[in-house]
């Protein structure tokens, strides 16, 4: 038979054919994979310029804050209470919330803090320009909190195991265990609010059981979310021991839940460890 191009061209061999459509389906593909990674690329593209505008703002709104913060020490410093305003509203409610995990008293923690602010006032002048002010503070808190226990203990008006029930109700955890309470806390399920503010109650009187060096590392890591060279800077000590007196004081808090309130221990699993530390500090 006479081969002929138009022959050929009329009637292709099926290799040739199926060879054809899989390089139009190839190259038809190929435009598709292309466009989704191109598409790919613009949302990750978009994704990263939103994080980094919200870094940004994040950003600017710390430097703002640190400027506005250090100007009202400034002030304080030349002897201008009313500067104090900003200070009381930064700091009052973490403030309030450390002195009532050392006491257990909330009118008893609110007069610590204000006293705390005073004190802070009066001895403003001594604080160093470009340190944090956070640590200074909550030191002056950890010792006036200090000094009223010994007071308490000696007149025996103060139970750390005795939380009033309206106290403990309005006390905030740990972030990781506060997610779960207030699903169980419903504004429309006393039954709900009742199982919430028994767990407060009971986490808290576990932390009144931890000595007290144990308990303000553990209040101001886990109940206040501070990190850990903060907590060393507030206690005025070495980072290695605040890691020892978290590590022993987890070990406490665990040991007393399970012997007080074994439910519990499914909460406390909640609780972040922290750096490492093998020996117990009282």
């Known amino acids: 038979m006479e081969w002929s191009l138009a022959r050929w061209m009329n009637h292709p061999p099926p290799v040739f054919v199926s060879r054809t459509f899989w390089l139009i389906g190839w190259v038809a593909g190929k435009g598709t994979h292309v466009a989704t990674s191109d598409a790919r690329q613009a949302w990750q593209a978009r994704d990263q310029r939103d994080q980094r505008d919200q870094r940004g703002v994040r950003k600017e709104r710390e430097e703002r804050d640190e400027r506005d913060e250090a100007d009202a020490i400034r002030r304080c410093q030349a002897g201008d209470i009313a500067a104090l305003g900003l ?28 006293d705390s602010f005073l004190l802070a006032y009066r001895g403003i002048k001594r604080f160093r320009a470009g340190h944090p002010f956070a640590p200074w503070f909550y030191r002056i808190v950890l010792n006036s909190a200090r000094q009223q226990l010994r007071y308490a203990r000696r007149r025996h008006e103060v139970s750390l ?115 490492p530390g093998a020996s117990r500090e009282s």
């Not at 200070?87 to 923690?109: E, K």
């Not at 419903?186 to 931890?210: K, N, V, W």
């Not at 800077?233 to 890691?243: E, H, N, Y």
């Open 161 to 275: 195991d005795a939380l009033a029930p309206d106290d403990s109700a309005t006390q905030p955890l740990w972030p990781h265990a506060q997610t779960a309470l207030a699903s169980r806390a419903d504004a429309d399920d006393p039954a709900g609010q009742a199982e919430a503010s028994e767990t407060r109650a009971a986490l808290l009187a576990a932390l009144a059981t931890l000595p007290h060096k144990q308990r303000e590392a553990v209040a101001l890591r886990y109940f206040l979310g501070f990190p850990d060279q903060q907590i060393a800077d507030t206690l005025g000590c070495r980072l290695g021991t605040v890691q020892q007196r978290l590590h022993a004081g987890r070990a406490s808090l665990q040991a007393a839940i399970r012997r007080r309130s074994p439910w519990l221990l499914g909460t406390l699993s909640s609780l972040p460890s922290s750096g």
């Open 87 to 114: 200070l009381v509203t930064r700091y009052q409610a973490p403030a309030v919330r450390l002195a009532y995990l050392l006491t257990g008293d909330h009118p008893l923690a609110d007069d610590i803090v204000q």
